[in-house]
């Protein structure tokens, strides 16, 4: 499955690990920012790239396992989580719930470790599972009326 992985610009170092345990396991991870080394100078280019990886994904993870800062905003993750959400695709929340809109993500892992026992468990049919049970219509329930 093609994964878009959206998080806070500085968790790069950590989410590579992340992906590398994703592709072990057959998935694509798409999301290029992850492989940057610095930091993206022309900001507009790195937001079209962005949509461009985000729109061949079927699913968004988006992490909130980071702590808290109130230096920074994490805003671009909860664009890319709230562009996944308009485009009926499903997003996967792996960390805290920090806003309202959280709340309405029907899948939620409370850490990286719980979403990879949970892939672990379920093999190649967890994230086909999920595109084929989910109402995208009602992102509060969990499967099919």
């Not at 994964?3 to 170092?13: D, P």
């Not at 695709?89 to 805290?96: D, K, N, R, S, Y």
């Not at 850490?111 to 049919?125: I, P, Q, R, S």
Request: charged share 30%; aromatic share 10%.
């Amino acid at each position: 499955m093609k994964l878009y992985i959206a998080a806070r610009f500085s968790a790069k170092g950590r989410l590579r690990v992340i992906a590398e345990r994703l592709r072990n396991l057959g998935h694509q991870v798409v999301s290029e920012w992850i492989w940057i080394d610095g930091e993206d100078r022309e900001l507009p280019l790195a937001a079209i790239r962005d949509y461009k990886n985000l729109h061949i994904a079927q699913c968004l993870l988006l992490d909130t396992t980071d702590p808290l800062d109130p230096d920074q905003s994490g805003g671009d993750r909860e664009w890319e989580g709230g562009h996944a959400t308009a485009r009926n695709m499903t997003v996967i929340l792996i960390g805290e719930k920090r806003h309202l809109f959280h709340h309405l993500i029907p899948i939620h892992f409370h850490t990286w470790d719980d979403l990879f026992n949970a892939l672990e468990k379920g093999g190649g049919a967890f994230f086909w599972y999920l595109l084929n049970n989910l109402d995208t219509d009602d992102r509060t329930t969990r499967g099919k009326r």
